[in-house]
């Protein structure tokens, strides 16, 4: 695994992005951001997921107003995602967003771009620039690969930022395209010094935005890059915090809550193994404590795996062997494995 | 992305893995090898999937046996996962099945290992050596790391087919944890010619295991490690088969049925996007083509990633564009989407 990239560190409100600082997990509303009650509920859900930066579209003046009130209602950063109109961003800034998300090329009045990047600067408040593949200015050399593009779309942004002398930059570079979005992110990184926002667009169904996400942020962070992320999924935002923090866990990034190994259970298995992990795994889901538990159904992979956790059970035929931060405990009867591994669980 | 190893080409039945075969996606049955309807049932299943190579469990001698009536029932080649008994190994190329998973370190007797091997080689079976973190053997080098300690364990096992003159081989160095399994792979990759059979073992939930497989798995074949693939997974082994094949198609080294592209919808959307794209997904469920679908929910990213898929849908309030391999075709109204969409599709 590649040594993490050195960036710069920016705050978004009380997050710190970049530097040494935990890989970030955020995520994006669903609801209309004009719909006060309904953002606050889900920021609140997603707050409780482990979401530590939040972004709310901002299509009119009604939502970038809407944001003050948000903000009074929740405890995470709150990022306002603005396209094409200045007035929003400034709105946005009145309203005391934490972040803005911004292409400074895409306002094409250079007072404009001036205005929105003096009222950022006085609140401290960095913006994201953001590339996607599907809104690529037409103008760019075409001998550039796709992934060079991005890149250099970016970076005339970027300049944009840095000549009106403001680097409280983050940058983001998208595609659906696994390969391509990897390669963009290469591409850039050495270039410029400021956190990596990594994400991959438009994923599909939730399933198949899982695994490409994985694949592709999986990738990303393996070599090095990659400051904070958003799992871009249909559906319930939840699943995006869910699946971002499985990821990092994955590579030894964060840690958050139980984790539990069980074996995909075979023609070896000799106890009920689907039931019995299904009903640790419902237990676990109750309990914050970061705590790595195996369940595993037979002597071949069992003991090693189980041994390696921090709570661990080993079946056989009618009784389970219990481990202890490598060290069995005791044996116990299959009717009692349940019971006997959640009082372990709750006395680590 | 890394060039793909160069390793040789064994074959599996019908089926090679390995040089410039496709990635090889594989499962592993959940039933009870020695009933054979079941495993039957399971198996033609998960070839509807398109899993190319089945596994089955061998705990006893009925299960060896079951093999040949189960190896008359489907269609693909069949791989018998055998521990420390040489006779079940004996019994189950007696059943003719075209593939052994077997560690033969494992069985002591080095007359028997050669009697295993000398039944594969008249029948041309390759043997799978299948290291798993959680069975190393006790003996090894504890200066070495835990990946060198897997690859170590596996030169082991290799070495003793070699020394009986058999290269019909493929490797595997499975463990829980993602970075420790793609160092193994590392390690070993490099020291061997054999095709690379790549896991992530014992993955908890589905849910949790298929992002962790992802990453994993996602990671070596981007490395250009991996010659054939099992997603290990509780439950369903259709959602083996089916992962499988996103992690392949996410890295463009497989492609299987339509790939739909959906903006995961936020503040800017002006339609139902949720429940369109969910019928346009219900729809491509049920269609074979290799068909690249965008249905894209606002005009920022919309027409970008609409115009890169075969088909796609940008919309606006009220209506649809639709393109076709790049190009707009025509602007439909917001009530006919879906069955112009289908329109194209089928034509296409």
Do not use: W
């Not at 599907?134 to 001998?143: M, V």
């Not at 983050?170 to 400021?194: G, H, M, N, W």
């Amino acid at each position: 695994m590649n040594k993490r990239r050195v960036s710069k560190t920016i705050q978004v409100g009380g997050v710190s992005i970049g530097g040494d600082a935990p890989v970030r997990v955020q995520s994006m509303t669903k609801t209309d951001t004009r719909n006060v009650a309904a953002t606050i509920d889900q920021i609140r859900v997603l707050e409780d997921c482990g979401c530590e930066i939040i972004r709310c579209a901002v299509p009119d003046m009604e939502a970038a107003r809407a944001l003050k009130e948000i903000k009074r209602g929740i405890s995470i950063p709150l990022i306002a995602d603005i396209h094409f109109d200045y007035q929003l961003a400034l709105a946005a800034l009145e309203s005391g967003v934490d972040g803005l998300r911004l292409n400074p090329g895409n306002i094409s009045d250079p007072d404009k771009v001036a205005a929105v990047v003096r009222a950022a600067r006085e609140r401290q408040v960095p913006i994201r620039i953001g590339v996607n593949f599907g809104s690529l200015p037409a103008d760019l050399d075409p001998r550039l690969s796709v992934p060079e593009q991005m890149a250099e779309a970016a970076l005339r942004h970027i300049r944009i930022l840095e000549n009106l002398d403001f680097d409280l930059i983050k940058v983001s570079l998208k595609a659906f395209d696994v390969p391509t979005t990897v390669q963009a992110y290469q591409e850039i990184a050495s270039r410029i010094p400021y956190p990596l926002h990594i994400g991959i667009t438009e994923s599909g169904t939730p399933r198949q935005g899982m695994v490409r996400s994985a694949v592709g942020l999986g990738i990303l962070l393996y070599e090095g890059l990659g400051d904070t992320l958003r799992v871009s999924l249909t559906g319930d935002p939840r699943d995006e915090v869910y699946a971002a923090y499985e990821i990092l866990k994955s590579l030894r990034l964060r840690e958050r809550g139980p984790s539990l190994v069980r074996c995909p259970s075979c023609g070896r298995t000799e106890v009920d193994l689907v039931s019995l992990a299904t009903s640790v795994e419902k237990y676990l889901a109750g309990i914050q404590k970061s705590v790595k538990v195996a369940v595993m159904g037979c002597v071949v992979n069992g003991p090693g795996e189980a041994r390696d956790a921090d709570i661990g059970i080993a079946c056989g035929k009618g009784k389970a062997v219990i481990f202890r931060k490598g060290q069995p405990v005791r044996t116990v009867d299959e009717a009692d494995v349940l019971s006997e591994l959640m009082r372990e669980i709750e006395q680590f």
